[in-house]
C-alpha cells in the first residue's frame, strides 16, 4: 500500500477512535462502591445508633405530600424530602409547608433523568436549577442530593461535590414504587431496617401512605429515633468558611467557590459572577485587570480600585475595593459588596445559610 494511504487510514482511524472514545460515557458505580470510594461525600447509612431517617422522593405532589405530611405532623416525626425541580415549580407552597413544619429539603434533580446518560454540564444543570428554586421559594440552601435511581458515575459524584451536596443514597428500599400494597411496604422495611438506617419511600403511591402510621409505632417501639438526614448523619462543617452565591435566581457554579477573607471579606469570582448577570467581558492589560461592558459603560478593575468609563473613554468615577483584587487558581476574584456598588446591584445576605444574593433591581 502506498505510505501516504498507511497514514491516512492511520489517521482516519485515530479520529474515529477519539469521537467512539469521546461518546462513551463514564461507568457506572454501584451504590455500595460509591460509598466505599467516596467516604465522608456518599453515605449509604449514619451510625450504628438506634436512629433511622424517613425518606420520601419525587415530591411534591397535591395528594400524597400533603397527606404524608399530615400523618408526620401527629406522629411528631421529622423526615427528609427529595424534591424534584419541575415539580416544585408547581407546588411551592407545599415545599414551604415542608419547611415550616421542620422537616429537611433535598435535591433529587429537575426532571428525574438517568444522569450517568448525561454530559458533565447537564448534570450540573439538573443540580442547580432545583437548588436555586428551591433557595428562591424556602431562602434556604439545600445540602443533600439524591441522584435518581440512585444511579451514579464518577462524573454525577464530582458533579455534587462541587456544588456543595452530599450524595445520599439509603441503606433500606421499601419498593413502594412497585405498586405494593400496605403490608408489603411494611415488611420490606421491617425487615431490613437496622440502627442508622437510611430508608427509601416515595411519594405517589398508597402503600407508603397508607403503611405509614403503622410503620411510625412499630420503629419507636423498637426503640428507635426518626430523625432526619443531617441529625443522622452528625456531619460537620465549618459555616465561617462556606459561602454560597446567588446571581438572579441561579446559584454560582464555578471553578473557584467565594470564599472569606481573614479581615471577613466575600471574595467572588468575577468573570463567573458577571456572565450570570448578562455581560459582555474582555480581559485587558495584566491577570488582574478585566474590562466589563455593561450599557455601553466599562469598568476595568485594578489592584484596589475600579474605574467606570463611559464611551468615548471619559472616566466617570474610581472606586476603591474594601479588599484588593485577588487572582485564585487564575480566577480574578473581587469583594461582593464593592461589586455590587460598582454595578449597582441590590446585595442581600443570610447569615444563617452563608448565602449572598445579588439581583438587578
Known amino acids: 500500500m502506498h505510505r501516504g494511504l498507511v497514514l491516512l487510514s492511520i489517521t482516519v482511524l485515530q479520529i474515529v477512535s477519539c ?87 433535598a435535591n433529587h434533580s429537575w426532571d428525574h433523568p438517568y444522569l450517568p446518560r448525561l454530559s458533565a454540564r447537564d448534570i450540573q444543570d439538573q443540580i442547580v436549577s432545583t437548588g436555586s428554586l428551591l433557595f428562591n421559594i424556602t431562602g434556604s440552601r439545600t445540602e443533600f442530593f439524591r441522584p435518581p435511581y440512585g444511579a451514579m458515575n464518577d462524573m454525577v459524584i464530582t458533579a455534587a461535590n462541587r456544588l456543595g451536596y452530599k450524595i445520599v443514597l439509603w441503606s433500606v428500599d421499601s419498593n413502594d414504587w412497585k405498586g405494593y400494597p400496605p403490608e408489603r411496604v411494611l415488611q420490606n422495611i421491617l425487615g431490613a431496617v437496622k440502627p442508622g438506617a437510611i430508608i427509601l419511600q416515595h411519594c405517589g403511591n398508597d402503600g407508603t401512605l397508607k403503611s405509614l402510621d403503622t410503620l411510625i409505632d412499630t420503629l419507636r417501639q423498637r426503640g428507635y429515633d426518626l430523625v432526619t438526614i443531617p441529625q443522622l448523619l452528625q456531619l460537620e462543617s465549618n459555616p465561617q468558611k462556606v459561602i454560597h452565591l446567588v446571581v438572579n435566581g441561579r446559584e454560582l457554579t464555578a471553578p473557584v467557590s467565594p470564599y472569606l477573607t481573614d479581615s471577613n471579606r466575600t471574595m467572588v469570582p468575577l468573570e463567573s459572577t458577571i456572565k ?60 461582593v459588596r464593592s461589586l455590587a456598588k460598582i454595578m449597582g446591584l441590590e446585595l442581600v445576605w443570610h447569615g444563617k445559610t452563608k448565602t449572598v444574593i445579588l439581583t438587578q433591581p
Not at 427528609?80 to 407552597?93: L, Q, S
Not at 459603560?297 to 466617570?316: D, K
Open 276 to 335: 450570570l448577570l448578562g455581560c459582555e467581558i474582555k480581559t485587558a492589560r495584566g491577570d488582574t485587570i478585566i474590562a466589563v461592558i455593561q450599557n455601553h459603560i466599562t469598568v476595568e478593575f485594578y489592584n484596589n480600585s475600579a474605574h467606570i468609563y463611559r464611551p468615548g473613554n471619559t472616566r466617570l468615577s474610581k472606586i476603591i475595593m474594601e479588599e484588593p483584587v485577588a487572582v485564585k487558581q487564575n480566577n480574578v476574584m473581587v469583594p
Open 19 to 105: 469521537f467512539i472514545t469521546a461518546a462513551v460515557p463514564a461507568a457506572e458505580i454501584s451504590m455500595g462502591e460509591a460509598a466505599a470510594r467516596y467516604p465522608g461525600i456518599v453515605f449509604l447509612n449514619g451510625k450504628s445508633e438506634l436512629k433511622v431517617a424517613l425518606t420520601f422522593d419525587d415530591i411534591p405532589d397535591p395528594y400524597y405530600t400533603p397527606a404524608i405530611l399530615d400523618i408526620l405532623n401527629q406522629k411528631n416525626v421529622q423526615a427528609t424530602f427529595f424534591v424534584i425541580g419541575n415539580k416544585a415549580r408547581n407546588y411551592p407552597e407545599i415545599i414551604k409547608r415542608i419547611v415550616d413544619e421542620g422537616h429537611c429539603l
